[in-house]
């Protein structure tokens, strides 16, 4: 077993890092930080747990640790859900100090020699990680991307031979997507905010580095445009986008591709039976009815119509967040990174 923490358990993306942690059969979690105002209490005391998830028991009786270095002497692999502003520092002193960290925030997506990986879209990224020890760094720093990112890179896997320049895309994004406090109740109950601040940028430049070339120790950015207009929906979990790709292959070839699609790795605990799923019928997927498919890892679509263009839709605090951070250090594991 390796022992593993999480940075920033108390939020909503670390409950749900601890939530798939809690039975992990290969990680053992053994620290939880948060602010200095939670230190040395039990996670049990001052975790506001989600009402819709069955608390952790085992996970309950752990003294919350402050969110630094010296925190962390006693794991090999820590889970980064902090802000972006705090998680930059955080995350580098850790990598510097040789702990391999596996990050949710977007402070380095960008970084030329930080894998941003999808493990079913680009797994062949992570030799970045050998890149960053040749710059001197004792641990490393591996990231997964933004929520809808995720989501649409996924979506888009099986259909990558297809010939296309341009992609457009339109999200309708879960409230949980802004965490407990992101989205006042009295600005989306009957309402449609049609604005989230960074989100249309990050789609358009994670998506061409995910779906870049390796080569020659660097990521060659995908021959693509990527244009994205974001949407904050009235729906707790769940992101929904409509998705139009300008290729011109027959809606069958494509159907069979979603239909046949196999990713390009195997046997990791959290990789769903189904990466992506696809459904034949017009009114599918639906977040109510779709998003804890594969628990909460699989991305589905449907609709899919002349154009190219059709609906994906996946979990945003699981598959776009703690559940493909989880997966991405499974895939460190497996291929001997730790």
């Known amino acids: ?68 270095v010296a925190s962390l002497k006693e794991v090999d692999l820590v889970f980064s859900a902090l802000p972006a502003e705090i998680a930059k520092d955080v995350e580098t002193a850790c990598a510097n100090g040789g702990l391999a960290v596996c990050s949710n925030a977007s402070s380095h997506r960008m970084e030329p020699d930080i894998p941003l990986v999808v493990p079913e879209v680009n797994p062949d990224h992570l030799a970045l990680i050998d890149v960053q020890r040749d710059h001197g ?31 457009h895309v ?20 009957d309402n449609v905010i049609p604005y989230i601040g960074q989100e249309e940028q990050k789609m358009e430049t994670e998506t061409i580095k995910i779906m870049g070339t390796f080569r020659n120790n660097a990521v060659q950015p995908a021959p693509f445009q990527v244009s994205a207009s974001c949407h904050r929906v009235p729906v707790l979990d769940g992101h929904t986008m409509a998705i139009w790709l300008d ?11 979603f239909l046949r699609y196999k990713p390009p790795i195997e046997g990791l605990p959290t990789q769903p039976k189904e990466s992506v799923h696809f459904f034949d019928e017009p009114d599918r997927p639906q977040p109510r009815l779709d998003r804890n498919r594969g628990n909460g890892m699989t991305v589905s679509v449907g609709r899919l119509r002349e154009g190219i263009r059709f609906i994906a839709m996946g979990h945003n605090t699981i598959r776009g967040a703690a559940g493909a951070s989880v997966l991405n250090a499974e895939l460190i594991s497996s291929r001997k990174y730790l």
């Open 247 to 257: 290729a011109r292959e027959p809606v069958e070839k494509v159907k069979e591709a």
């Open 137 to 167: 760094r004792d641990g490393f720093i591996v990231t997964n991307p933004n929520c809808s990112t995720i989501v649409m890179t996924l979506a888009l896997a099986p259909v990558r031979g297809c010939s296309f320049q341009k992609i």
């Open 170 to 189: 339109a999200t309708m994004q879960a409230v949980s997507g802004a965490g407990f406090e992101g989205v006042p109740a009295m600005g989306i109950y």
């Open 1 to 68: 077993m390796i022992n593993v923490g999480v940075l920033g358990a108390t939020g909503a993306v670390g409950q749900r890092f601890v939530q798939l942690l809690a039975e992990h059969p290969w990680f053992n979690l053994t620290t939880l930080t948060a602010s200095e105002r939670s230190a040395g209490k039990k996670y049990r005391d001052v975790v506001k747990w989600r009402l819709d998830v069955p608390f952790p028991d085992n996970i309950g009786d752990i003294r919350v640790s402050p969110t630094n």
